[in-house]
């Protein structure tokens, strides 16, 4: 018996010993293809390391908003009939205050009826009986001439039950729950990605100083799990950009640390590196490792198609505050609002606005945009691709006063976003999309969490129309964006799965000392667009109910209603969705599975799911 302990336990360290030389191969292979010898040989060089063109690719990427978006201006989980039936009061209340009512006349958001603001309403259809409203905002960006399309390209789930605001609905989104060691499904899909498709070399990138940041928890992640964080220009650049050749001193040091991997994998392991706990931390290590040296040194964070995708954010979002937000500067609540005790400018007036967004297309016109997706696409010849390159270069840095004047701009005073995430400036709302679409198009990255601004702005809510058009400017342009790229069956659009949701609804209010579309609802809504949806639909439904309210007076319509999970629509015999729900809903478009102990009473819900 002893004897078959010790052949089972040598077994077992050989199959461990080779496993971590595997891995350390893999570290290795990264490293020369890293090297100044691997990209002269074009091993890497930009180039995706881990994967070939014709394998099949799935991504995530992942909206998260602070706060919740404006009830009237965007989005709102409410039906036309509902507003038809708004009380009288309300209205009268709003028609009677001189600073609301004065904003509402002509040519501003929003254009007062007899019986609710039907006008400047867009019904986007009815799916089996549902309608869902959305404002000139969204009908700007997703309307049937917006960047992109709800009908073709998107799902709205509405009436998902709470679990708390500020920050708690955030993690219960993106958790499934509000433990502390709950995984978020993020990092679920990442890792099941990295085994069922095949792993990138930032395979799992959040765009903040830490994954907290973005509520979603790390104690409990491995492997591909682990995010790296990416917060800002500076880090992208510095870990993808090396100053010069390496000193003889820096390469002794790297070539110390190789040999080290492969001294640990020549010798046999201690039962202690038996370990689950040890080889999952050996796992971690080892991917960051292998990703580490594959990007070093290749340029993306300094290139000319970096600099022209975040260009393109920046021109789309300061276009957006060009159309959708310059009635503000009539009447009372001007675009050049300032703080009244520090002087702050929360927003710079419309003819900065104006004249920036003119100055950076009249640097970066149409045809510059043109040529840098036929670059990215490699779609012409090596010597075209080369002079496309230098034009490239040349054209940004003519744009470089244009693009620092409109990524400087104001739009979010100081609550654009979560704690610990400043999103202040056009140029900050810009980078997380930017970044997101680079590393998705290059193949760089399975799945992507990233901030948009939202904000939790109440009485101010005048700004809090200019920072969700960044946020809606940003998730129209990356999906068009990401239609550009053709695979086998469809776009890179169609196999990948975009997820933006903010903590909370806002009522549809008109309290004139709460302003339009923000006061906090009581239930949460999701806006999905890509792989694996039923696209077009509407998902839940809202009622009134004891939870109308709960918090601000006189906001009928609060209460989540239970529904059929397999058509969506409200049913008495049904059950209510939750904001739990979101992360095995996302797990099963992926095919994911939910770890056990994050299993409880809300489902997938199969209405969300395409229908084959």
């Known amino acids: 018996m002893r004897r078959n302990n010790r052949r089972s336990l040598a077994q077992h360290v050989d199959m461990e010993r080779r496993r971590f030389l595997r891995n350390t191969a893999q570290g290795l292979l990264a490293l020369a293809s890293a090297s100044p010898l691997g990209n002269s040989l074009g091993l890497l060089n930009g180039k995706r390391a881990f994967a070939a063109d014709a394998r099949p690719r799935r991504h995530l990427i992942n909206l998260i908003g602070w706060g919740g978006w404006d009830g009237v201006w965007w989005h709102n989980s409410l039906r036309m009939n509902d507003y038809r039936q708004l009380p009288n009061v309300c209205l009268s209340s709003v028609l009677g205050s001189t600073g609301l009512a004065a904003s509402f006349a002509g040519g501003r958001p929003y254009a007062l009826t007899d019986f609710g603001i039907d006008a400047d309403l867009l019904s986007l259809g009815t799916v089996g009986g549902r309608e869902q409203l959305a404002g000139k905002g969204f009908n700007h960006f997703f309307g049937p001439s917006g960047r992109a399309r709800f009908t073709t390209d998107m799902l709205v789930w509405k009436g998902l039950l709470q679990q708390g605001q500020h920050g708690i609905g955030n993690r219960a989104l993106n958790q499934g729950s509000t433990a502390d060691y709950a995984k978020g499904y993020s990092a679920l899909v990442a890792a099941h990605i990295a085994k069922t498709d095949y792993p990138r070399p930032l395979h799992y990138v959040s765009v903040a100083a830490h994954p907290s940041n973005l509520f979603t928890n790390t104690a409990m992640n491995q492997s591909y799990e682990v995010a790296t964080c990416l917060p800002d220009w500076a880090v992208f650049r510095s870990i993808t950009t090396r100053a010069g050749a390496l000193t003889p001193a820096a390469m002794s040091e790297e070539q110390r640390l190789v040999s080290v991997v492969g001294d640990l994998g020549r010798v046999a392991l201690s039962p202690r590196l038996n370990l689950t706990s040890s080889r999952v931390n050996a796992d971690s290590l080892t991917n960051a490792f292998a990703s580490g040296v594959q990007i070093s040194n290749n340029g993306w964070g300094d290139s000319t198609e970096f600099r022209g995708v975040y260009a393109r954010y920046v021109l789309a979002m300061i276009r957006g505050l060009r159309t959708l937000t310059l009635p503000l500067n009539n009447g009372p609540y001007r675009y050049d609002y300032r703080n009244s005790s520090s002087g702050e400018i929360y927003y710079p007036h419309s003819a900065t606005v104006n004249l920036a967004c003119?100055?950076?297309?009249?640097?970066?016109?149409?045809?510059?945009?043109?040529?840098?997706?036929?670059?990215?696409?490699?779609?012409?010849?090596?010597?075209?691709?080369?002079?496309?390159?230098?034009?490239?270069?040349?054209?940004?840095?003519?744009a470089a006063n244009a693009i620092a004047a409109a990524e400087g701009i104001y739009h979010a005073g100081t609550l654009g976003s979560s704690p610990g995430v400043g999103i202040a400036t056009i140029g900050k709302a810009a980078f997380p999309f930017a970044m997101a679409d680079f590393l998705v198009r290059k193949d760089a990255s399975a799945v992507v969490d990233l901030p948009i601004a939202v904000g939790d702005e109440h009485w101010m809510w005048w700004r809090g129309f200019a920072a969700v058009t960044t946020a809606m400017a940003g998730m129209a342009e990356l999906i068009a964006s990401l239609k550009e790229v053709s695979l086998t069956g469809g776009s890179l659009f169609d196999q990948t799965l975009i997820v933006a949701h903010t903590e909370m609804d806002r009522t549809w209010s008109l309290d004139p000392s709460e302003g339009p579309g923000q006061a906090h609802g009581n239930t949460a809504s999701v806006l999905l667009a890509g792989m694996g949806i039923n696209r077009g639909a509407v998902v839940g439904d809202v009622g009134r109910g004891p939870l109308e309210n709960s918090q601000f007076a006189g906001n009928p319509w609060q209460t989540a209603l239970p529904i059929d999970y397999a058509t969506g629509a409200a049913s008495a015999s049904g059950k209510p969705c939750s904001v739990q729900s979101l992360l095995p809903t996302v797990c099963a478009i992926f095919g994911a599975s939910v770890p056990q102990n994050q299993l409880n009473e809300f489902d997938a819900v199969p209405a969300v799911l395409r229908r084959s």
């Open 358 to 398: 003119s100055n950076l297309e009249a640097a970066l016109p149409q045809t510059f945009f043109d040529d840098l997706n036929t670059l990215r696409l490699a779609q012409a010849s090596a010597s075209v691709l080369a002079a496309l390159q230098a034009s490239l270069t040349a054209r940004v840095g003519q």
